[in-house]
Nanobody, 119 residues
Framework: QVQLVGSGGGLVQAGGSLRLSCSAS????????IGWYRQTPGKERESVAH???????QYGDFVKGRFTISRDNVKNMVYLQMNDLKPEDTAVYYC?????????????WGQGSQVTVSS
């Protein structure tokens, strides 16, 4: 079992930056693919960024080079650096860890961090 704790959210003005962190305990993150998702009220949770166990990254189209996902397997941490934030980035951001163990998929979620971008 993996316990994920997200942190780093807050209030920022448009154009500003925030770095979200996701720390893990209970297991090493090195074997997990890690994703950041976000959700606003009344909308489905959407994928923001993903980094595979091997370090390959993918981003949602709306990111457009503004966000960077990274991982530190020594510290068991994953980060989402968000630059040039826009009001439409306001959401609760969640980290997610996925793997397949003995043919069984496993998925774990952090508790969510509120990001609010003011115009």
């Amino acid at each position: 079992q993996v316990q994920l704790v997200g942190s780093g959210g807050g209030l920022v003005q448009a154009g500003g930056s925030l770095r979200l962190s996701c720390s893990a305990s209970g297991s090493t993150l090195s074997r997990y693919g890690i994703g950041w998702y976000r959700q606003t009220p009344g909308k489905e949770r959407e994928s923001v960024a993903h980094i595979s166990a091997g370090g390959n990254t993918q981003y949602g189209d709306f990111v457009k080079g503004r966000f960077t996902i990274s991982r530190d397997n020594v510290k068991n941490m994953v980060y989402l650096q968000m630059n040039d934030l826009k009001p439409e980035d306001t959401a609760v951001y969640y980290c997610n860890a996925v793997t397949v163990r003995r043919g069984v998929p496993e998925s774990y979620w952090g508790q969510g961090s509120q990001v609010t971008v003011s115009s």
